[in-house]
Each structure stands twice: as structure tokens, then as C-alpha cells.
């Protein structure tokens, strides 16, 4: 066994941790705590050569095995500065607990984000979208680590953004912190736009049953959503297991009753194959697997 660092964990549950809540552990688990000590997780990693992965909301990633391998991070704690119109925040922070705090201080962008699942960084690394609005079209920069503990900003231009994409998916960076640039406005608009946006998840049924949301990411070049293929090819209430393609939204699979990965996993090929040799559209997972 490794000798480890006094903040590494081993073994840890991630049952509390993934909005599946699948039964997984980690094998090496830090929870974050601050630059220093983080930098100081990644060298060891490094000398030790194992693998790292970084653990925000859990609300887009599928525990496909019992011990997921490496290193896990999981990010907080959260904390919030706001001057004038810029809000910056830590990558640990809550999606909509951020949308509420800019609320309070009247700044209007971020309620297209209030009541969606997972934190500010994973929504940046996703580029999480909604509402006819990206992350990308707020935020202005972006503070990171490297493999290597060195600290650096990467501004907008930089994070190649593109549908449910950024640059974070292809390097090894860890996102620390997000400086949005957002507007003034009444609270009273603000309230009314944040109300929307989760009364709109609700009536879909977002938050029926446990799922990681949308699993597939839509294929634009074929002009039809993932969800609508899904209702097209008769799959929907598709069951496996405890599993089951979502009966209100084509493009979930949920826990309906003590479901396991490979249950999800059977209806996530199950899905692809259908498409695939039904209408010739390849579907480009977006949930992570792990």
C-alpha cells in the first residue's frame, strides 16, 4: 500500500456524491481545502503516477464500477466576491446558490443556471447550456491548476469553447475559480426569469426520479435533438433493471428503483445502437463515464 499524505482518504464512498446514486468508492479521495494543499495532492499523484480526476457536482458522470480507479478531487469550498458587475466565485460553488447571490445583489446572467444540478466548474468544463444560454457567454476568465500545481488564468478566447465543450475536457487543468461579467437589474425581473427556469425543469420532470440529465448530446448536423430521435424510434419507458429510459424526456435514463450501471449502461447502448442503424446518427455521449 502507498504511503499517503495525511488529506488523502482511501476507499470512500461516492454514493452521496453522484446524482445517480450509484454505490462506488474512490480509491484515493481529497476533498479540497485549499491552493497549497492541493498543489501539494497533485506533485504526490505525479511522483506515484496516478491517475486524476476531478469530482464536482456529480450531476453528469456515470460510477460504471465499484472502485473507480486513481485519484478522485472533489472540489469546494465554495466562496463568492461580487464587485460592480463582476461576480467571482469558487468552482465549488453551487449552480444555484450562485444564481441566488447574484440575485441578492441585483445582477442579472446567471438564472438560466438556477436549478441545474452540479457546480460551477463542471458547468464550465461542460460548457452547460440551457435556455438558449451557454456559460460561455458570461463568463470572462477563469483561474486553474496544472498537473504540476502551477496556478495560472485562462481567459474566454482561450477555453476553445464549442457545444457542451471547452478546453478544461482536453487538458489536465483543474478550474479553481470563475470571474462572470453580468448586468444590472431588478430583482424582481431576475426572480421571475429564475422561477421560469426551474418551473420549466419541473414540468419535464428533471427532478422525478435520479439521472445525470441529458445523456446523449444532440446531434445538431442531423436537426433533430437526441430526446425527439429517442420518442421517433418508440424507446421511451425502454426498461432495464432498475433502469428506464424516461417516459417524460427521451434523452433520460433514470434510477427508477435501485438501478445499477450496467443497467443504465445496457439502455445508453441500447439507445446508440437504435440510432445508429436506424437513422445512420452516431449519438456522442454526454454524460462521463467513469
Known sequence: MKRLPPMIERDVSLQCYNSYGLSAKA?????????????DVLIWA?????????????SNIL??????????????????????????????????LAALQA????????????????????ALYMNARAYDRSISDII???????????????????????YKDSVFQHRPWIILALLFRLRQGKKERIT???????????????YDYPSCGS??????QAGIPAGKLVEELALKGKRR????????????????????????????????????????????PEVEIW
Not at 480509491?27 to 498543489?39: I, P
Not at 473507480?68 to 467571482?88: E, V
Not at 438560466?112 to 463542471?122: H, I, M, S
Open 140 to 162: 470572462i476568465s477563469a483561474k486553474a491548476m496544472d498537473e504540476k500545481g502551477r496556478i495560472f488564468w485562462i481567459k474566454k478566447n482561450e477555453m476553445a469553447f464549442q
Open 241 to 284: 433493471g432498475g433502469a428506464e429510459i424516461f417516459s417524460k424526456h427521451g434523452n433520460f435514463i433514470i434510477n427508477k428503483e435501485s438501478a445499477s450501471a450496467e443497467d443504465i449502461l445496457a439502455l445508453l447502448e441500447l439507445i446508440r445502437r437504435q440510432v445508429q442503424a436506424k437513422r445512420g446518427i452516431t449519438l456522442d
Open 27 to 39: 480509491e484515493y479521495y481529497y476533498h479540497y481545502y485549499s491552493e497549497d494543499e492541493l498543489r
Open 46 to 58: 505525479g511522483q506515484k503516477e496516478i491517475p486524476v480526476r476531478v469530482l464536482g457536482g456529480g
Open 103 to 122: 440575485r441578492y445583489y441585483s445582477l442579472t446572467g446567471l438564472e438560466f443556471l438556477y436549478g441545474l444540478p452540479g457546480d460551477l466548474g463542471g
Open 192 to 206: 421571475q426569469n429564475m422561477d421560469r427556469s426551474i418551473s420549466g425543469r419541473r414540468e419535464k420532470g428533471h
Open 63 to 96: 460510477l460504471s464500477r465499484r472502485i473507480i480507479p486513481g485519484l478522485i478531487i472533489h472540489m469546494g469550498p465554495c466562496f463568492i466576491s461580487i464587485r460592480r458587475d463582476y461576480l467571482l466565485a469558487g468552482s465549488g460553488m453551487g449552480t444555484s
Open 215 to 220: 445523456v446523449f448530446k444532440n446531434p445538431y
